[in-house]
């Protein structure tokens, strides 16, 4: 394994590797909360990378707290199902339907939201 694939520091989940012969640049490398890799230059100076592997790795840290990746529909639930669901302005309970609207037809319908109904998931006749 050559030198340029050891990481000379790890800043958190963030590989700082050193410059190459051919490239007098740090390298910065690190795994995405969805399993991606992740790779940037990090400038020329040691100090520069350091810094920059800080504020990527403080990127990452915030992404993947305990509800970095839930999907959508399960916060939306957790949300709905809130014993703490106030407007602000009026202090009466949120409700997800417009009053005039009711449950079917809105925007704002959590059905249409999980894509049970709506343009995007109807099932033509062939």
């Given amino acids: 394994m050559s030198t340029r694939c050891k990481p000379i520091k790890a800043i958190g989940d963030v ?5 190459s012969t051919n490239s007098p640049y740090y390298r910065l490398t690190w795994i995405e909360p969805d399993g991606r890799h992740g790779r940037t230059s990090g400038g020329r100076t040691l100090t520069g990378a350091l810094s920059k592997a800080a504020q990527i790795d403080a990127g990452l840290q915030r992404a993947t ?29 949120w409700s997800p339907f417009p009053s005039s609207a009711g449950p079917t037809g809105s925007s704002s319908d959590p059905a249409r939201l999980r894509g049970v109904s709506g343009p995007c998931s109807r099932s033509f006749d062939s």
């Fill in 65 to 93: 707290g305990p509800k970095g990746l839930t999907p959508l529909v399960q916060i939306m639930d957790e949300y709905l199902a809130s014993p703490a669901r106030r407007n602000q302005k009026t202090k009466k309970n």
């Fill in 15 to 19: 590989n700082v590797l050193a410059p």
